[in-house]
C-alpha cells in the first residue's frame, strides 16, 4: 500500500513537472508566432529581400511541427473531459494564427518573384562558370545564392548515394528555393565528369530549341510561298 502510493506520488509530481515544461515551450512558440505578426505589420514589403522572406519562411515553418509535438505531449497528461475541450481551443488559435501569418509570408514572396524575370538554364550555366551572380531583374536587382556548404559530385559511383541524400535535404527538399536557385546550387555541386555532362545537356537544350524554332519559321515560309 505504502510503495503504491509512494510510485503514484513520485508519477504525479512528474508529471506536473513536465507539464509546466512543455507549457513553457508552448508559449515560447505562441511568442515566434507573435514576434511574426508584429515583423509583418512593421514591414517594409518593397525594401525586403527575396532571401529574407525565404528564410523567415523556413524558419517560421519549423514552428508548426514544433508546436503540434509539444500539445501532444500536453494531451498526454492532461486528459480529463475539460482539459479535452481546452485542447481543442488552443490548436485552433494556434492554427489561425499559424495560417494568417504563413499565408501572408507566402504571398510576399510570390509577389516578389513575380516581379522578377527567370532566369534560363544556359544563363545559370554561363554564369556559374563566370562566377557571377544570377540577375533576377534590372541592373541594380542582383541576387546572390545564400552560403550553403554543399557536397560534392564527380560521377564516382561511390560518392552518389552520400551526395543524393545530403543534396535532397539541403536543397531539392527546401521548399522556400525556386527551381532556378535549385539548379544552380546543383550545378555549383558538380564537378568533372558529372559537371560536363550537365553543361552538355543545358548546351543540346539550347541548341533542341533553336532548331524547333528555325524548323517552325522554315515551314510557315513554305506554306506562305506555297499560297
Not at 508559449?27 to 527575396?50: E, M
Not at 546550387?185 to 545537356?201: F, K, T, V, W
Not at 524547333?212 to 506562305?224: E, M
Amino acid at each position: 500500500m505504502t510503495d503504491s502510493g509512494g510510485t503514484g506520488s513520485g508519477s504525479s509530481s512528474t508529471n506536473i513537472a513536465a507539464l509546466k515544461s512543455l507549457k513553457a515551450k508552448r508559449s515560447q512558440i505562441k511568442g515566434q508566432c507573435t514576434r511574426a505578426a508584429t515583423y509583418l505589420n512593421t514591414l517594409d514589403a518593397q525594401g525586403v529581400s527575396l532571401i529574407e522572406l525565404r528564410q523567415r519562411l523556413h524558419k517560421f515553418n519549423e514552428s508548426w511541427d514544433i508546436f503540434n509535438g509539444v500539445q501532444s505531449a500536453i494531451e498526454e497528461i492532461e486528459t480529463s473531459a475539460d482539459d479535452t475541450a481546452n485542447h481543442d481551443e488552443e490548436r485552433h488559435a494556434f492554427e489561425e494564427r499559424y495560417f494568417a501569418i504563413s499565408s501572408e509570408l507566402e504571398a510576399l514572396l510570390e509577389a516578389k518573384l513575380g516581379s522578377r524575370s527567370s532566369v534560363s538554364l544556359s544563363q545559370i550555366s554561363r554564369q556559374v562558370r563566370e562566377g557571377t551572380p544570377a540577375s533576377f531583374g534590372g541592373s541594380n536587382d542582383h541576387l546572390k545564392l545564400p552560403r550553403v556548404n554543399l557536397p560534392t559530385f564527380s560521377g564516382e559511383f561511390e560518392e552518389w548515394i552520400p551526395f543524393r541524400n545530403m543534396f535532397r535535404s539541403m536543397v531539392d527538399q527546401n521548399v522556400a528555393l525556386p527551381k532556378g536557385q535549385k539548379m544552380q546550387y546543383l550545378i555549383l555541386a558538380l564537378r568533372g565528369e558529372a559537371r560536363d555532362i550537365i553543361d552538355s545537356l543545358i548546351s543540346d537544350k539550347y541548341q533542341m530549341t533553336i532548331i524547333r524554332k528555325h524548323g517552325r519559321c522554315l515551314k510557315t515560309r513554305t506554306t506562305i510561298q506555297e499560297s
